[in-house]
T-cell receptor
Framework: DAKTTQPNSMESNEEEPVHLPCNHS???????IHWYRQLPSQGPEYVIH???SNVNNRMASLAIAEDRKSSTLILHRATLRDAAVYYC????????????FGQGTRLTINP | DGGITQSPKYLFRKEGQNVTLSCEQN?????MYWYRQDPGQGLRLIYY???????QKGDIAEGYSVSREKKESFPLTVTSAQKNPTAFYLC??????????????FGDGTRLSIL
């Protein structure tokens, strides 16, 4: 399975933008990049996904490098409720939608 | 509201017992999944089902069994053969079992502990 690499932890302040990086140097041309986040004692929550172009939705933006070997999840204005573990995942399995989770980035938001 | 319901939230098992975790969805999704999460780790796939009456083993299926008799239900049985069952169990669903651009929707999990 193609692997993603994320920092173990990051910290930011409330109402400031947050940029969460992800490296995926072994990505193939048809692999989608997905982001999920998980709050304590809850199931993961879908955030955003993309293939080649940058993507925006109500929760976040996803910036994908031109060579697709890295991507960045952008939270435009962090709130305390954004404190969670963020997982960057490559959807690479044909015929089944298996999500291969790494250890993710634990994001702390300071008030 | 549509969603995934897992029950119970907390479950205790004695050594040698089988236990069944419930997962129900009202999203009309074809595909359902079971994951296991250990402390400080990401999720690992136990079983998945792309359609009713069909399911496949994931990465860590040993000691677990499932059934998919109805579209909305995908119960997971943790058998006595699972030697280290203490974990957080998460159920998910997606619109279909194929395609790589469809998000999965997760329940809030069941925490299983051994007495």
């Amino acid at each position: 399975d193609a692997k993603t690499t994320q920092p173990n932890s990051m910290e930011s302040n409330e109402e400031e933008p947050v940029h969460l990086p992800c490296n995926h140097s072994t990505i193939s041309g048809t692999d989608y990049i997905h982001w999920y986040r998980q709050l304590p004692s809850q199931g993961p929550e879908y955030v955003i996904h993309g293939l080649t172009s940058n993507v925006n939705n109500r929760m976040a933006s996803l910036a994908i490098a031109e060579d697709r070997k890295s991507s960045t999840l952008i939270l435009h204005r962090a709130t305390l409720r954004d404190a969670a573990v963020y997982y960057c995942i490559l959807r690479i399995i044909q015929g089944a939608q298996k999500l291969v989770f790494g250890q993710g980035t634990r994001l702390t938001i300071n008030p | 509201d549509g969603g995934i319901t897992q029950s119970p939230k907390y479950l205790f098992r004695k050594e040698g017992q089988n236990v069944t975790l419930s997962c129900e969805q009202n999203l009309n999704h074809d595909a359902m999944y079971w994951y296991r999460q250990d402390p400080g780790q990401g999720l690992r796939l136990i079983y998945y089902s792309q359609i009713v009456n069909d399911f496949q083993k994931g990465d860590i299926a040993e000691g677990y069994s499932v059934s998919r008799e109805k579209k909305e239900s995908f119960p997971l049985t943790v058998t006595s053969a699972q030697k280290n069952p203490t974990a957080f169990y998460l159920c998910a669903s997606s619109i279909s079992g194929t395609g790589r651009n469809q998000p999965q929707h997760f329940g809030d999990g069941t925490r299983l502990s051994i007495l």
